[in-house]
């Protein structure tokens, strides 16, 4: 995997809106954080633009993402929030000049788009972190120290002790993944990730459990589950049920999408949509020991 090179003092680093629309005083925190460590933001044109619930039209919003793509001065690109619509500029995108220059793409939720993309296409790690719309204050909580040892190259290791319906083991491999729903979306497109060999990480948020159930089915039916060397399982947060209910939740639809695999699994990491959204270097080779803690560790 081709690693963008980490940030120093000095560096540019831009927001665009490939999704949902945005307003300034939402992103005026994140603007304000990233000055505080020394580093300029330069905004897209069409950040702040609205096209019914979209930044802009799909025109304006594939503009802006391409200019910052090219832009050889630009070392990282921020996505300001995630909703829906990166998957209906994605194909208007030329990569050339962001293969040749790589820079850390950062996002989560529907940014799994680009991060998909990138690792499948191009093979270049990008970064599953908390954006602008979650950036309340620049004071620096442990969501925003994680998202800057990760653009800044610092060391990364997480633990925590072990969830219910975990599956105990260890496992070394190449991190993917983000949201499900994207995820299962993507499946079928010259996007859809190659899972084998690989440690997955799915989170998701407002779905309701059927729909879990059908797209872990539908990712396991694809060859997406029976390969992996592991998996990882963030925040599956405000889920929904029917009159008659499911039956189980989240957490034991996944598990039993993954019982007859032999490959360790933890449950509730910290990432995702929750208020601890711990940054993970996709495209990069972790070690996961699953015991009586969870540890997550991302080699060099």
Not at 40 to 50: D, N, P, R
Not at 158 to 168: V, W
Not at 271 to 278: K, Y
Request: include cysteine.
């Amino acid at each position: 995997m081709i690693r963008p090179a980490y940030l120093k003092k000095g560096d540019k680093i831009a927001i665009v809106s490939p999704a949902r629309s945005i307003v300034f005083d939402e992103v005026h925190p994140a603007i304000r954080f990233f000055q505080r460590h020394d580093l300029e933001v330069v905004l897209g044109t069409h950040v702040f633009s609205k096209h019914h619930q979209f930044a802009g039209t799909d025109a304006q919003r594939t503009r802006d993402m391409q200019q910052m793509l090219d832009d050889d001065n630009i070392r990282a690109i921020i996505c300001s929030r995630g909703g829906y619509g990166t998957v209906r500029i994605i194909d208007q995108l030329d990569f050339t000049k962001f293969r040749e220059n790589p820079k850390w793409i950062v996002g989560y939720s529907d940014i799994t788009v680009l991060h998909a993309h990138i690792h499948q296409q191009l093979a270049i790690e990008t970064l599953h972190a908390t954006m602008p719309i979650n950036i309340k204050s620049e004071k620096q909580d442990e969501t925003l120290q994680t998202l800057m040892n990760a653009l800044c190259g610092d060391p990364i290791a997480y633990s925590y002790p072990k969830p219910l319906l975990s599956r105990e083991g260890s496992a070394e491999g190449v991190l993917v993944g983000g949201n499900l729903s994207i995820l299962h979306n993507l499946t079928g497109s010259v996007s859809e990730l190659d899972t084998a060999g690989k440690i997955l990480f799915l989170e998701d948020v407002d779905e309701y459990l059927y729909h879990i159930d059908r797209m872990m089915t539908g990712l396991k039916r694809a060859g997406k589950i029976g390969r992996l060397r592991g998996m990882i399982v963030g925040g599956m947060s405000k889920m929904n049920d029917n009159a008659i209910p499911f039956g189980r939740n989240a957490a034991e639809i996944i598990a039993d999408a993954v019982k007859d695999f032999n490959f360790p699994v933890c449950f509730d990491f910290p990432a995702g949509h929750r208020d601890v959204n711990l940054a993970l270097i996709l495209g990069r080779t972790i070690r996961m020991r699953v015991g009586k803690e969870v540890e997550i560790e991302f080699l060099p």
